[in-house]
């Protein structure tokens, strides 16, 4: 089994910036992929970033350019650097890991709320 334990969420202004964190525990040998999804109210969850763990990295249209996904394997912990926030960017974000072969693995989630 892998944990993940996620931080940074909270409550910030349009423009403003958060950077989230993940850490991993547990059976954490061959990890591959990980990333961040997110789930806006009455809205499907849907993919922000993911990154390989040769540090590939993939985007959602909505947030490129503004959000920058890294990790750091030596700590087993993957961030979401996100600046320029929108309200529209207001949803519950989760982590997730991949472990070889193919168990994905997900956080418990972190709020964020973009609002004047």
């Known amino acids: 089994q892998v944990q993940l334990v996620e931080s940074g969420g909270g409550l910030v202004q349009p423009g403003g910036s958060l950077r989230l964190s993940c850490a991993a525990s547990g059976s954490i040998f061959s990890i591959n992929d990980m990333g961040w999804y997110r789930q806006a109210p009455g809205k499907q969850r849907d993919v922000v970033a993911s990154?390989?763990?040769?540090?590939?990295?993939h985007y959602a249209d909505s947030v490129k350019g503004r959000f920058t996904i890294s990790r750091d394997n030596a700590k087993n912990t993957v961030y979401l650097q996100m600046n320029s926030l929108k309200p529209d960017d207001t949803a519950v974000y989760y982590c997730y890991v991949v472990r070889f072969p193919n168990y994905t693995y997900w956080g418990q989630g972190t709020q964020v709320t973009v609002s004047s």
């Open positions: 990154i390989t763990s040769g540090g590939i990295t």
